[in-house]
């Protein structure tokens, strides 16, 4: 190592000699530190290193975009359709209504004794008589000629009461009447006003308790009127 160290001094010290005789160098050195040394033109040494200037890059006219930024997206929800409610339920049906277009025809015995009324309850073997319906006030007639036997109350759960014999065993009984317009005794027509219908005695609504009595035996009224 020392040897080496001394040639190079050694050559370095000729060539510094050599030049300074000559005025220029005419001797080319692999190292440049020694050419520099002994005085080596610089313009050959610039010559000899590759230089590497930074330029800025020209703007592209369609840049890229930057794939490190993340584009914001909005997040847009959408709004619920509305939705209509849903249809009311139908209203219940109402109760069957027994409406009697025009009165009933049996025999021919008796008149209905409610014009404009309606069955309300049919005779049965716990219901033995007719419930006729009608507005309170309505005109309640006597199903055929004959006397008035009974005007007046009943405890019995009839309230205002009227009956009239019509001779041969029949009798009719006008139950829950509001008034009554003939006194027992008198002699009234078929067809004749004799009450007023009403809810007496044990009544859930207007209506007449119509009941028929043919030898001391009540019937259904639907086989004389």
Known sequence: MLALLGVTVFVGVRATAEGSTT????????????SVAKGADIASIEQAIVRYDLVPQPESPDPLPDRGARAEVPLITPLPTPVAPPPPPPPPAPAPVYVQAAPIVGTGQLMWPVPGGVISQYYSSYHKALDIAAPTGS??????????TWSGWKDNGGG????????????????????????AGVSVAAGQGIAAVGCTGVCTGPHVHYEVIVDGVIVNPLRYL
Do not use: E
């Open 23 to 34: 005025g220029a160098s005419q001797h080319s050195f692999p190292f440049g530190l020694v």
């Open 139 to 148: 005109t309640v007639i006597a199903s055929a000629a004959g006397v008035v």
């Open 160 to 183: 205002l009461v009227i009956a009239v014999d019509h001779g041969n065993g029949i009798v009719t009984v006008y139950n829950h009447l509001g008034a009554l317009w003939v006194v």
